[in-house]
């Protein structure tokens, strides 16, 4: 899976924006390498990584939520839809979105502050989260699929060195 990334709010120099850019491939690997289906060369995701105020207006707009959240996926494909692309197509087939996701740096910034833990990790977390979503995976449609959906997250960014988030479960 391919990223587009564009970076807007989020702090840092030119320099720390390619550390953000860095970090969100690193996920996207990450997830390809626990969910197969998400390694597809054929598929792209739009990445904004964006201010509170941005979020809102897109909650509001999409989802009639008049708040920021920290990660907002748009999904494109359905998930049998996602589990029938054949990755090795012929040359001649164009790339499919995946769907767009959109991080809130302020609300990213105050739950990893309220966690302790890096901003880095945070946000590497709300990724691999908002992929899951474009993937077909939802935590809200039950306590079995809210299970899976953590447990594919533990699993995803252990492989990047980042430790258990909801800190209940062994890996």
């Known amino acids: ?64 939520r008049d708040k920021p959240t920290n990660v907002l996926s748009f999904p494109m494909l359905e998930r049998e839809e996602l589990l029938s692309l054949a990755p090795d197509g012929p040359p001649e087939m164009p790339p499919l979105l995946l769907g767009d996701l959109a991080l809130a740096y302020e609300t990213c910034a105050r739950e990893a502050e309220e966690k302790g833990v890096p901003l880095e990790h945070h946000a590497t977390h709300l990724i691999v989260h908002g992929l899951l979503h474009l993937a077909g995976f939802d935590h809200e449609t039950g306590d079995e699929d809210a299970d899976k959906m953590e447990a594919l997250e533990i699993a995803i960014l252990a492989k990047v060195g980042i430790a258990d988030p909801y800190g209940d479960r062994e890996t």
Do not use: H
């Open 1 to 64: 899976m391919q990223l587009d990334i564009d970076i807007e709010g989020w702090p840092g120099p030119d320099t720390k924006a390619r550390e953000w850019e860095e970090l969100a491939e690193r996920a996207a690997q990450a997830c390809g390498a626990i969910v197969p289906e998400l390694a597809n060369p054929r598929l792209y995701t739009s990445l904004l990584f964006t201010s509170d105020e941005d979020v809102r207006t897109l909650n509001r707009e999409w989802r009639q």
